[in-house]
């Protein structure tokens, strides 16, 4: 029973347009939500965050949107460049269950194509 | 960076032996979680700490144990591995307030 969807593995985008990363969750009790950046044999890194209470969060390039009622979020990463080629996952947590778990989705594997 | 280091970060070992993971930080954070990655399956929890003796199943723990007798080290062990722990396996760390994690590099762990 997967609670953090990521349904496509992989996107190609075009260097200095938009990309759009989808995540979806199905466990209501998740309240705070992150994106990581992977590269190859290196561990994630933090990309980005949002609480429930928020529906969006900028942080230069990259903004996270949040539909709490779609139980949906998605990671818009503007322009695109080729360093952002990478694998990226969405991860939830529910901060009220104390010990702050992340459950991760699959990954979507980003090329950004120069 | 962050202080936290795996080791080691290559392995090989032989079906049926114990093979131990270490997991080292000098942060002082309190929560430290092991996870692995494989194709198709993404991050998956094992095993997490929420501090020293404190510790707790994740979702893919059978096969698995780990210990925590100081802050800074966590230890995962393989009571005999086999094939299907052929994985890389992350160590992570975090603190309460933001929830986020920091990630060591990972151990490439092949089991023949």
């Known amino acids: 029973d997967q609670q953090v969807k990521q349904n496509s593995p992989s996107l190609s985008v075009q260097e200095g347009r938009i990309s759009i990363l989808n995540c979806d969750y199905t466990?209501?009790?998740?309240?705070?939500f992150l994106w990581y950046k992977k590269y190859p044999a290196e561990g994630p890194t933090f990309l980005i965050s949002i609480s429930s209470i928020k529906d969006k969060n900028e942080d230069g390039r990259f903004t996270v949107f949040l539909n709490k009622s779609a139980k949906h979020l998605s990671l818009h990463i503007v322009p695109s460049q080729p360093g952002d080629s990478a694998v990226y996952f969405c991860a939830a947590t529910s901060t009220g269950a104390g010990s702050y778990q992340l459950t991760f989705g699959k990954g979507t594997k980003l090329s950004v194509i120069p | 960076d962050a202080g936290i280091t795996q080791s080691p970060r290559h392995k090989v070992t032989e079906t049926g032996t114990p093979v131990t993971l270490r997991c080292h930080q000098t942060?002082?954070?309190?929560?430290m979680y092991w996870y692995r990655q494989d194709p198709g399956h993404g991050l998956r929890l094992i095993h997490y700490?929420?501090?020293?003796?404190?510790?707790d199943k994740g979702e893919v723990s059978d096969g698995y144990s780990v210990s925590r007798s100081k802050t800074e080290d966590f230890l995962l062990t393989l009571e005999s591995a086999t094939s299907s722990q052929t994985s890389v396996y992350f160590c992570a760390i975090s603190e309460m307030q933001t929830g986020g994690y920091t990630f060591g590099s990972g151990t490439r762990l092949t089991v023949v």
């Open positions: 942060e002082n954070h309190r929560y």
């Open positions: 700490s929420y501090g020293v003796k404190d510790t």
């Open positions: 466990n209501s009790m998740f309240d705070y």
